[in-house]
């Protein structure tokens, strides 16, 4: 005898309960697996990279960074949207790195 969803009851003649599982809806978050800013190793050899220039060349190097990070995330499928603030992101969390480093520097700025 068949069940009002269209499937077997248990245990007839052998048979296996088999109905279809709800779909859930289509999701519309994006899950960034390792979020730029949070990567602290890249985060710190860009700011050591900038610490290295001169404060022009030093923004250079951030500025073609982001534009390469740009890139990859584009590539990767990401909305507009979602692209921005991670670059935004990105760039707060290397200019907070620069920041420290340079206010922890000892009095005549040599390394610490």
């Given amino acids: 005898m068949n069940s009002a969803a269209g499937g077997r009851r248990g245990g007839e003649r052998g048979h296996a309960t088999t109905f279809a599982a709800p779909r859930p809806a289509?999701?519309?978050?994006?899950?960034l697996a390792f979020p730029l800013a949070r990567r602290t190793a890249f985060v710190r050899k860009i700011a050591d990279r900038m610490l290295a220039r001169t404060m022009p060349d030093a923004e250079a190097v951030l500025s073609q960074e982001l534009r390469r990070q740009e890139k990859v995330l584009v590539r990767k499928g990401l909305a507009d949207r979602d692209i921005q603030r991670e670059l935004r992101s990105l760039e707060a969390?290397?200019?907070?790195?620069?920041?420290?480093?340079?206010?922890?520097?000892?009095?005549?700025g040599?390394?610490?």
């Fill in 110 to 112: 040599g390394p610490r």
């Fill in 26 to 31: 289509a999701s519309k978050a994006t899950i």
């Fill in 93 to 108: 969390a290397v200019r907070t790195q620069v920041w420290c480093r340079v206010l922890q520097r000892p009095p005549g």
